[in-house]
């Protein structure tokens, strides 16, 4: 009987452990990854929406080189000059790619490493 007991406090053991770290793994977002580009342009559509378009650097790894991504406030970009090099992060939020933290940053150095 006591062999069945262990077992059965050794099985809610586990299966609140797995419950914990599942519970523990939801609430932590992952750190954010930030991009480098280069600012193309910035535009507003006729609904008041306004969009950034960023070319991405080469070592990004993604299909396209030049991709739009909606801002959610003008004030994000308003001291970048187009063709900067800048440093982003994106969510995808209502359907769309959206830049949540943008800023200008220096060039990288050939066969350095960048920040």
Known sequence: MSN??????????TT????????????NEPP???????LTSSF???GGKLYVRL???PRSKLPFATQTFRLPD??????????SLVRFTSRHIDGENTVMSIHTVAECKRFQPCD
């Open 74 to 83: 003008r004030a994000l970009v308003a001291d970048i000059p187009e063709g």
């Open 44 to 46: 507003e559509e006729p």
């Open 32 to 38: 954010p990854v930030f991009t480098r580009a280069r």
């Open 16 to 27: 609140s452990i797995v419950v914990m770290s599942a519970a523990a793994a939801q609430t």
């Open 55 to 57: 070319k991405l650097l």
């Open 4 to 13: 069945a007991w262990c077992r059965t406090v050794r099985v809610v053991a």
